[in-house]
């Protein structure tokens, strides 16, 4: 999840745009990892090492490796490491934004540095401990405005990236979470949970057909009865899987209400409502959350 709040950071410094951060994550998913990126990860060389590998590749017909090793930056079980290693998502995000020239090697050194360390970002194995860092992740996100139940809020949202990850894909980036008592929406789909909470999903209907195409794993052209079920199916799945934590973590037994179809209208709220933008590079979705 370390590239999702990557993309989200380097926008709030004002490194890249939105649009930007889009195009990045669309080349990312087909990418081919440089050696060089994955030495700067490991600590193994610095980004001026790097660039001093990539001036001399302008001069011989030599690979990445072999040219380090000359210049005694790696030795050959470096390299023959490093070849079998694989970057972490953020870092492959990074070597996209520098390949397009948005950034340099030096900067992503620095940017990631940064990142690692305000989020406490460390090379972890167990389980446990990346859930951890997730629900770190999440209560700084989250932080960052004014929300209220925040101790309800985070839980949720953690389960709510993570079916993302899980059923539709990686490539999203969070935007920054607005309150608002108010939203207009494109094709939306809402559902309440026990009197508890409110959530949503709204897209534009070209991006509800990229969804559904990623939930389902099937090709769809056109913004039709199959598509609207598998994004209704998707909230459904998300928020019964949530009920199920409830009911085991707290023994509180709560009831789903069937998903409800709304189509250029304001979805409106009593109580405090909050619109996450995720950016996926199909498009933009809007998830709405409110606490009853």
């Not at 809020?153 to 108010?182: A, K, V």
């Amino acid at each position: 999840m370390y590239t999702q709040f990557f993309g989200n950071f380097l926008i709030n410094k004002g490194i890249i745009t939105t649009e930007q951060l889009m195009e990045a994550l669309e080349i990312q998913s087909s990418a081919h990892q440089k050696l060089g990126t994955l030495a700067i990860h490991a600590g193994y060389m610095t980004a001026n090492e790097v660039e001093d590998v990539y001036i001399m590749q302008t001069h011989y017909d030599k690979r990445f490796g072999e040219l380090a090793v000359k210049l005694g930056y790696l030795t050959q079980a470096q390299v023959e490491k490093l070849l079998k290693f694989q970057l972490p998502d953020y870092m492959k995000l990074g070597q996209v934004l520098v390949e397009k020239q948005w950034i340099s090697n030096v900067d992503l050194e620095n940017l990631v540095a940064e990142y690692r360390s305000a989020y406490e970002i460390y090379d972890l194995n167990l389980v446990i401990e990346q859930q951890e860092l997730v629900e770190k992740l999440l209560s700084s996100f989250c932080s960052k405005e004014n929300i209220e139940h925040p101790e309800r809020i985070i839980p949720y949202m953690t389960l709510f990236f993570n079916n993302l990850i899980r059923f539709i894909g990686e490539d999203f980036t969070p935007l920054e979470i607005i309150p608002m008592p108010e939203v207009p929406t494109n094709f939306c789909v809402s559902q309440e949970i026990g009197g508890t909470l409110l959530s949503a999903l709204d897209m534009e209907p070209q991006t509800a057909i990229a969804f559904a195409c990623k939930y389902v794993d099937e090709e769809f052209t056109e913004f039709d009865e199959y598509v609207l079920a598998s994004v209704e199916d998707f909230l459904n799945l998300h928020n019964g899987l949530y009920t199920v934590n409830i009911s085991n973590e707290h023994s509180i037994e709560l009831k789903l209400e069937p998903p409800v179809i709304q189509e250029h209208t304001t979805l409106s709220t009593d109580s405090p409502a909050y619109l996450l933008p995720i950016i996926y590079p199909f498009g933009r979705i809007n998830f709405i959350v409110s606490i009853l």
